[in-house]
Nanobody, 130 residues
Framework: QVQMVESGGGLVQAGGSLRLSCTAS?????????????MAWFRQAPGKEHEGVSC????????AYGDSVKGRFTISRDNAKKMLYLQMDNLKPEDTAMYYC??????????????????WGQGAQVTVSS
């Protein structure tokens, strides 16, 4: 059974930094491995839909960021450790949301819709105070 657990969320002042981590396990149970999937970070603020934050292809060859986080957030992955990361710098109050790691089958349009997500993590709260 695939499980993805986020860590590293918390409360930070505007302008500060946080690093989210996502630990994945159980991928080989479904016939595929962690590095077969495009990995992504989505976020959801109260009363809003899921928003694609960033995604990274299995080989790191392709990376995409949402317009609102470009230049401030950096996504990375370690396939050997089955880990996904999101370094968040210069945080703003509008970044406040629940952040989820997600696995998708393809990189194309990876930020467009949460409906393409195959597996979700449990979520980590990020709160940025002004």
């Amino acid at each position: 059974q695939v499980q993805m657990v986020e860590s590293g969320g918390g409360l930070v002042q505007a302008g500060g930094s946080l690093r989210l981590s996502c630990t994945a396990s159980g991928f080989s149970d479904d016939g595929f491995d962690f590095d077969d999937y495009t990995m992504a970070w989505f976020r959801q603020a109260p009363g809003k839909e899921h928003e694609g934050v960033s995604c990274i292809s299995w080989s790191d060859g392709h990376i995409a960021y949402g317009d609102s986080v470009k230049g401030r957030f950096t996504i990375s992955r370690d396939n050997a450790k089955k880990m996904l990361y999101l370094q968040m710098d210069n945080l703003k109050p509008e970044d406040t949301a629940m952040y989820y790691c997600a696995a998708l089958e393809a990189f194309d349009n990876c930020l467009e819709s949460s409906e393409d997500v195959v597996y979700w993590g449990q979520g980590a709260q990020v709160t940025v105070s002004s």
